[in-house]
């Protein structure tokens, strides 16, 4: 689990590195499906070698989100952590959460305040 707070201003996240792998969400998989819950909100990403990538929000608000049923695959172009503007002023973090933006290929986006991020490897062979 990471701390939001902690990830570096605009810095791009599509890589991720698990277990000494480095994974790129961009070119390496496609979202497939996603999924809300009170706390958390869970992206699914799989490749053609039959692994799953679960990339979890803890303590999520949910900010703008035209992500549709995720019917075809998704590319995820951009992922990073920015800022916003409140009462005319440029924020870094709201209630010790960091705001986050999601970006896809498809048109579709998200931007998110959250406490944590978490990832999850998995074979789905």
């Not at 070119?27 to 996603?34: A, I």
């Not at 990073?80 to 503007?85: A, D, M, P, Q, S």
């Amino acid at each position: 689990m990471i701390y939001t707070t902690d990830i570096p201003l605009f810095e791009s996240l599509l890589e991720v590195t698990l277990d000494n792998t480095t994974i790129d969400l961009h070119n390496d998989l496609t979202c497939v499906h996603w999924a809300k819950d009170d706390t958390h909100y869970t992206l699914s990403f799989t490749n053609q070698q039959g692994k799953t990538l679960q990339i979890s929000f803890g303590e999520v608000e949910i900010i703008t989100n035209i992500l549709p049923v995720i019917t075809t695959p998704l590319t995820l172009d951009q992922f990073y952590r920015g800022r916003f503007v409140a009462d005319n002023v440029l924020q870094e973090t709201k209630d010790n959460k960091a705001y986050l933006y999601l970006d896809f290929c498809e048109g579709y986006k998200m931007e998110l305040f959250s406490a944590t991020v978490s990832y999850h490897l998995t074979n789905t062979d």
